[in-house]
């Protein structure tokens, strides 16, 4: 048997999070066996969609929890780790500064990548294995800064669209009319088209929350009835109530209400009376592309 540890550092607008992750190989049986998560609420996202910088004392906050990982991926000793921010640094003035910043002080590079980098790095870790052949979908992934998009159709992606429309972002007041009709023109376009009802996945931190919270086991599908009631009845809710109620934590309490918001309106624009959520994210993507890399770089040796 084969056995590989890869780590994956996803630097979101709500939380920072290491990954390291074990692989085996047994024949052609694979096996990814998570070995630690550690997920840090860091709101980058607040300061950055605000005022385009990320301010002096969420620099320092983040330079720590870097330093830390470092410090654990030394224990850890990962044949591969790849760290990557998204829109938070995307729209940062200093965010290539940090970058550089973090380089020189605890040896981890940070890629900032685009939106559609940041959907194809979620669908590298076995999307295609949640859908059914002959049915149409449109995966969505909900963020603190931006929405991607990708509608999928017989397991070929025939169309992707990122938005600058999140749960941090909609908490804020800093999303026009614009940009919501934007994304609802899209979907509306995008489902137009097809000859059959589109069914809605759903990934990132929010929608693992409300199918927690609807007691439902991932891959079992949600009705948009049921989310939207769910969604309904924590906006009705203090952010206090939230907490005490439903067990959720300060940084998830706030966010869970405009990413509710921001599915829903997804699902009722293309129709999708169903929603599945596989348990995949940004860091499960990354460690399964450093998976795929090591393999080709095995076969070439």
Same mark, same amino acid.
């Given at each position: 048997? &084969?056995? =590989?540890?890869?780590s994956?550092?996803?630097?979101?607008?709500n939380?920072?999070?290491?990954l390291v992750?074990?692989v085996f190989?047994?024949?052609?049986?694979?096996?990814?066996?998570?070995q630690?998560?550690?997920r840090?609420?860091?709101?980058?996202?607040?300061?950055?969609?605000?005022n385009?910088r990320?301010?002096?004392?969420?620099?320092? &906050?983040?330079?720590?929890?870097?330093?830390?990982?470092?410090?654990l991926?030394?224990? =850890?000793k990962?044949?591969?780790?790849r760290a990557?921010?998204t829109?938070?640094?995307?729209?940062?003035?200093n965010?290539?500064?940090?970058?550089d910043?973090?380089?020189?002080?605890?040896?981890?590079?940070?890629?900032?990548?685009?939106?559609? &980098?940041?959907?194809e790095?979620?669908?590298?870790n076995?999307?295609?294995?949640?859908?059914?052949?002959?049915?149409?979908?449109?995966?969505?992934?909900?963020?603190?800064?931006?929405?991607?998009?990708?509608?999928?159709d017989?397991? &070929?992606a025939?169309a992707?669209?990122?938005?600058?429309?999140g749960s941090?972002?909609?908490?804020?007041?800093?999303?026009?009319?614009?940009d +919501?009709d934007?994304?609802?023109d +899209?979907?509306?376009?995008?489902s137009?088209?097809?000859?059959?009802?589109?069914a809605?996945?759903?990934?990132?931190?929010?929608?693992?929350?409300?199918?927690?919270?609807?007691?439902?086991?991932?891959?079992?599908?949600?009705?948009?009835?049921?989310?939207?009631?769910? =969604?309904?009845?924590?906006?009705?809710?203090?952010?206090?109530?939230?907490?005490?109620?439903?067990?959720?934590?300060?940084?998830?309490?706030?966010?869970?209400?405009?990413?509710?918001?921001?599915?829903?309106?997804?699902?009722?624009w293309?129709g999708a009376?169903?929603?599945?959520?596989?348990?995949?994210?940004?860091?499960?993507g990354?460690?399964?592309?450093l998976?795929?890399?090591?393999?080709?770089?095995?076969?070439?040796?």
């Amino acid at each position: 048997m &084969e056995a =590989y540890c890869f780590s994956a550092i996803d630097i979101g607008s709500n939380a920072v999070r290491l990954l390291v992750s074990n692989v085996f190989e047994d024949g052609l049986n694979v096996t990814f066996k998570k070995q630690s998560l550690v997920r840090v609420p860091i709101r980058l996202g607040a300061d950055a969609f605000l005022n385009q910088r990320i301010p002096e004392n969420k620099e320092e &906050e983040f330079l720590h929890v870097m330093r830390a990982f470092s410090h654990l991926l030394k224990v =850890y000793k990962p044949a591969k780790t790849r760290a990557i921010a998204t829109s938070a640094f995307r729209e940062a003035d200093n965010g290539y500064k940090i970058v550089d910043r973090v380089f020189n002080e605890t040896g981890i590079k940070i890629e900032i990548i685009t939106g559609k &980098e940041e959907a194809e790095v979620v669908y590298a870790n076995g999307l295609r294995d949640n859908m059914d052949s002959d049915r149409c979908y449109l995966y969505m992934d909900v963020g603190g800064g931006s929405t991607e998009l990708t509608l999928f159709d017989n397991h &070929e992606a025939i169309a992707s669209r990122s938005f600058n429309i999140g749960s941090i972002r909609l908490l804020m007041n800093s999303i026009s009319d614009k940009d +919501w009709d934007e994304m609802k023109d +899209w979907v509306h376009n995008v489902s137009s088209k097809l000859s059959q009802k589109v069914a809605l996945i759903g990934s990132g931190g929010n929608i693992n929350k409300y199918c927690k919270l609807l007691m439902k086991d991932y891959g079992e599908a949600l009705n948009y009835d049921e989310v939207y009631h769910l =969604y309904k009845r924590l906006k009705h809710m203090s952010t206090e109530e939230r907490i005490q109620k439903c067990y959720l934590n300060p940084d998830r309490a706030d966010v869970i209400v405009p990413a509710g918001k921001i599915f829903t309106s997804v699902m009722r624009w293309s129709g999708a009376t169903t929603a599945y959520v596989p348990k995949i994210g940004v860091s499960d993507g990354v460690i399964k592309m450093l998976y795929d890399q090591t393999k080709i770089e095995r076969a070439f040796h």
